[in-house]
């Protein structure tokens, strides 16, 4: 009896091993995948960034400006190489307080349909002329590519560059209509960059950039109608939206997954949500200019974001515009600039006209 007790526990303590074992190996791999060794490796953010081309890029734009672009290291490392396919250039023949540029992808017909009824109506404010054009890339597809030359005779508003559209190549998609901004429409104030599933108030765009800072407790009276005279000069380099301070994601699983390779520090510039953001028009010339100076990255917001750094452009925080979808009653959207999450066409004209009854949109 003693022997096969003693047996029996050799054999129970060996099972026991080799089960730990397999624990301890597991977790080491699921510690590996979800990216907590990645962390020790990180560089201080605060203490350690640079970021490609590795100068002062402001230099490079002032020499650039003055034609001295070939001056050392000033390498453009960026330049935007992709061709338009269509293009409206004659959309800012005149003066234009707001070009709202919407990213939007080549099948969603009916969101581009909606929102030309709703935020994105060029004649909703008489006496502030604002113009909207939808960006989008290429596709393979023969059809959709003949439904989006009919659409574009239609309306005229289509800016397609000869990208593939797809989910990794927003930040080209971006830098287009940047460089479409910049180079077709540069009489604008400003400029309002947004993804085609948003709800947006124009109005409360406007009533936000007159104050930026104080918005909305100025508004002490309920404005009537849209003034012109708005304060805020469009010399002022604003680049706006709401503001993150985050890190990045070094677990794999994630589709927002960044190698230590890729990016090596353990915070992001701070950088503004992609979905909508504002530029002055200093801003949009200086962020067109800084781009050609700074290695792209996959990841829109984030590109800006660094753009914005090797600028030493500070990105000014907007709450009343929201990267999620913001719980809807009429009076809670009583000073929502934009809500993320209206992919439902029929949802937008319903909540947008309700609001614009409401004097809110």
Known sequence: MYKSDMTGSIYGLIRLRKYLKYVFVITLWLMYYFGVFTHFFELDYYKHFAYPLETNITKCIINLKAGKSDQPPCEQINPFKFSLLLSNNNKCNQNIHMLILVKSAVANFERRATIRKTWGFENRF????????????????????????????????????????????????????????????????????????????????????????????????????????????????????????????????????????????????????????????????????????TKRFRFDDIYLGLVAKKLNINPLHCKHIYFYKKDYSVSDYKYVIASHGYGDSEELLNIWLEQKSSGNA
Not at 192 to 210: A, E, G, I, P, W
Not at 254 to 262: A, P, R, T
Not at 268 to 275: C, L
């Open 126 to 293: 008489s006496d502030v002329p604002t113009r909207t054009v939808f960006v989008l890339g290429n596709t393979n597809d023969i059809s959709l590519k003949k439904q989006i030359q009919v659409e574009h005779d239609n309306y005229g508003d289509i800016v397609q560059y000869n990208f593939i559209d797809e989910y990794y190549n927003n930040t080209i998609k971006t830098l287009g209509a940047i460089t479409w901004a910049s180079t077709y429409c540069k009489n604008s104030s400003f400029y309002f960059f947004s993804d085609d599933d948003m709800y947006v108030s124009v109005k409360n765009l406007f009533r936000y950039l007159r104050n930026p800072i104080e918005y909305p407790n100025y508004l002490s009276n309920e404005i009537k109608g849209i003034q012109s005279n708005h304060k805020l000069s469009t010399e002022i380099i604003l680049f706006t939206g709401y503001v993150f301070n985050s890190s990045p994601l070094r677990h794999q699983i994630s589709k927002w997954y960044v190698s230590i390779s890729e990016y090596p520090y353990h915070m992001w510039p701070p950088y503004v949500t992609a979905g909508a953001f504002v530029l002055s028009q200093a801003a949009l010339i200086e962020f067109h200019y800084g781009s050609l100076y």
